[in-house]
């Protein structure tokens, strides 16, 4: 990843439930993009806990309870991706749990997802956008954690 690229992609963490892989982040985001052709501008993402996102979902979509990411899209049309992911630690430790692998590939595969979304992936709209988005994530993930 360039200098250019890691200084416009910023990671936080506000959660105390794992450890937060902020290079390893900022290098996923550097690679979706590249591999779906989208330029970026700032890019940030925030690692939180159960609550905080919990506390997002209800106020920015009307949902209750914890959710594993959301994305803003901030950039204005014609220009490159401005944008913010939230990406819930505790759901990540939970789940990674459940798959039975560890919380930090969740947690890349969140962060994934909320790229993707912003790149104009749906999984809300029906089942083949669903399966289409999941496979591309998946197939991603793998090919970045691969080193290709």
Known sequence: MTDAARDNIV???HQRAMRVPRKRIAELVAYVARREGARLGEVDVAVVS???????NRRWLGRRGAT???????SAPDEPLTAEIVVCADVAVAEARRRGHGPQRELLLYVAHGLLHLLGYDDAGGAAEARRMH???EELLEAFLRGR
Do not use: Y
Request: without cysteine; aromatic residues 4%.
């Open 68 to 74: 594993d990411v959301m994305s803003f899209d901030l």
């Open 50 to 56: 159960r609550q905080r996102i919990a506390t997002l």
């Open 11 to 13: 990671i936080s963490s």
């Open 135 to 137: 496979a591309r994530q």
